[in-house]
């Protein structure tokens, strides 16, 4: 009898390894896999940056109607906003957006509506043309995608250009009046 048990045992030894041969992948199914993941995901990431590049766009042209809006709102409760574009620096991009943003020392002397623009919008300014940028025209701003030359201010698509009050100044300070 204890041949017959060490027989049994011995079966279903070898019966348990066959489970285990027949439950796993081999290599070149393990490889295949792989193989068809990789050209999955490879498919998706292209698909990705389109999407990617879309929201880019989409996003610039929000700013520059956020921008736009606020020259309008201003021109309606004071006067149309005409600087003479300057192409150095970005300097005159810069100086309509703090007139956009200022509202004046008290509250008796501050503009109906004022501020029109977010005191906390401060973007940094660019002239890379592999970047989006908001350029003045001398009327509104316009804006530059990549490949377009040209000087603005810089496209942030992280939010942090919304980082806190520009310096204090007068409109009539910045204009040079």
């Keep these: 009898m204890t041949t017959t048990t060490k027989d049994s045992s011995r079966s279903a030894a070898s019966a348990l390894k066959r489970h285990w041969r027949a439950a796993g992948y081999s290599v070149s199914e393990l490889v295949i896999v ?23 766009d989409a996003l610039a042209a929000a700013r ?3 921008l736009n809006q606020a020259l309008h709102s201003f021109a309606q409760h004071n006067q149309e906003l005409v600087y003479t574009r300057q192409d150095r620096a970005a300097e005159d991009e810069r100086i309509v957006l703090r007139v956009l943003q ?22 940094l300014t660019s002239s890379a043309d592999t970047t989006y940028r908001l350029r003045w025209t001398g009327g509104l701003y316009e804006l530059l995608k990549p490949q377009t030359p ?3 201010l810089l496209m942030n698509f992280e939010g942090t250009d919304f980082k806190g009050p520009p310096r204090p100044l007068a409109p009539a300070d910045m204009l040079g009046h």
């Design 102 to 123: 200022y509202r004046g020392p008290t509250e008796g002397t501050a503009a109906i509506g004022s501020p029109y623009l977010d005191p906390m919008y401060n973007p």
């Design 150 to 152: 040209g000087t603005g």
């Design 34 to 56: 792989i193989s068809i993941m990789g050209v999955l995901s490879g498919v998706t990431v292209g698909e990705f940056h389109q999407f990617l590049d879309g929201s880019k």
């Design 64 to 66: 520059l109607e956020m």
